[in-house]
């Protein structure tokens, strides 16, 4: 299993622009999460999905949105970048009918907005 | 929001010291997992705890689950030069049945060789 896999590993953005960052899981998990990790700050919610077709807003949500068409894909859209948007993205997954408390981690995107 | 205060920020240690690294908060927790992240990675769960008072170790480290539930200990034995990074506490408040997690803002390790 590759686990949680997240494309692109790194990229820049101008204000104004948009873009998608993928986040796939071969797990069969239900949950999935992604955060935001910005430096000192630990992890930040952004948004959540308990199941496909299924998401809700986590602690940080503003100025990103969410699908969820099917079990293994997660991707969240930036559609106008913003320089406070600069920062490392993390997304996460869990399963209920294991401990749904147990998350596991993709390897980051980190997002530059000039 | 709610909030995970972890301490100390920082370490700078010598190989083969012990280490020890709390988190601890105003609200009652049922779950508290503790991650290590590496440099330009994403983090990695170390251990899970699931009982007030329980006790749980993996290799070098031991977690424990505070008794009033409202704080979690780590600790790293006889430290090597690869125990370095970032380790988070997580902890889930209440019944939560979406698996949300509060992370705590993390303590850096260093360890000198």
């Known amino acids: 299993n590759a686990g949680v896999t997240q494309t692109p590993k790194f990229r820049i953005l101008k204000i104004g622009q948009s873009m998608t960052l993928q986040c796939t899981q071969d797990?069969?998990?239900?949950?999935m999460y992604w955060y935001r990790q910005d430096p000192g700050m630990g992890l930040k919610l952004i948004y959540y999905?308990?199941?496909?077709?299924?998401?809700d807003k986590g602690e940080v949500p503003n100025g990103y949105n969410v699908s969820r068409s099917t079990t293994e894909d997660f991707p969240l859209r930036l559609e106008l970048a913003a320089p406070s948007q600069t920062s490392v993205y993390f997304c996460?997954?869990?399963?209920?009918?294991?401990?749904?408390?147990?998350?596991?981690f993709g390897p980051g995107t980190r997002l530059t907005v000039t | 929001g709610q909030q995970l205060n972890q301490s100390p920020q920082s370490m700078f240690i010598q190989e083969g010291e012990d280490v020890s690294m709390n988190c601890t908060s105003s609200?009652?927790?049922?779950?508290w997992l503790w991650y290590k992240q590496d440099p330009g990675e994403g983090p990695v769960l170390l251990i899970a705890?699931?009982?007030?008072?329980e006790l749980t170790s993996n290799g070098r480290l031991t977690a424990q689950f505070g008794i009033t539930r409202k704080d979690s200990f780590l600790n790293i034995s006889a430290s090597i030069p690869s125990d370095v990074g970032i380790y988070f506490c997580?902890?889930?408040?209440?019944?939560?049945?979406?698996?949300?997690?509060?992370f705590g803002q993390g303590t850096t390790l260093q360890v000198k060789p």
């Open positions: 996460a997954s869990s399963s209920p009918t294991l401990s749904s408390y147990e998350q596991y």
């Open positions: 797990m069969n998990h239900n949950y």
């Open positions: 999905s308990v199941g496909a077709g299924i998401t």
């Open positions: 609200s009652i927790f049922n779950t």
């Open positions: 705890l699931y009982k007030a008072g």
């Open positions: 997580a902890g889930q408040l209440g019944s939560s049945n979406t698996g949300k997690l509060i």
